[in-house]
């Protein structure tokens, strides 16, 4: 369907307004409307002046697309974890046969040898549940 606006021609095609009839059940002036809308060819004056409005105040998403530097976490020391890491490490390093007994990470992990075999103990603390 041709269509003349402020005298130029445009072709609306039929597979358009048969699929817009279909999902949206609109009547042709109103299938006209919304391509000419979509496509750039008319434009609603209050869409435009808010818009235009949206994009100078700066309100929500940057108008130029920049990004907030993420901060990066700041973790709490966790004492009980420590503790235990500790004690287990002193003992683990007591034993007859342990070598290498090293403390990896103070919160986490300990590596040692045991004879020709190398091992690595991880503590992981669980959250609480929700209720």
């Known amino acids: 369907m ?17 699929k817009q009839r279909k999902a949206l059940g609109l009547s042709l002036p109103e299938i006209v409307e919304m391509f000419l809308s979509d496509e750039g060819v008319r434009t609603d004056p209050v869409v435009a002046e808010m818009t235009a409005k949206a994009k ?22 966790d ?26 990470n103070v919160e986490r992990q300990i590596a040692f040898a045991f004879g020709n075999d190398t091992f690595e103990l991880t503590l992981t603390k669980k959250r609480k549940p929700k209720e």
Request: no cysteine.
């Open 2 to 18: 041709r269509v003349n606006v402020e005298g130029k021609n445009i072709t609306v095609p039929d597979s358009y307004i048969e």
């Open 56 to 77: 100078s105040s700066g309100v929500g998403a940057k108008a130029t697309g920049e990004r907030k530097e993420r901060k990066a976490p700041v973790r709490k020391p």
């Open 79 to 104: 004492e009980v974890k420590r503790a235990l890491m500790s004690a287990l490490f002193d003992y683990i390093a007591s034993q007859d046969g342990v070598e290498g007994a090293e403390l990896v």
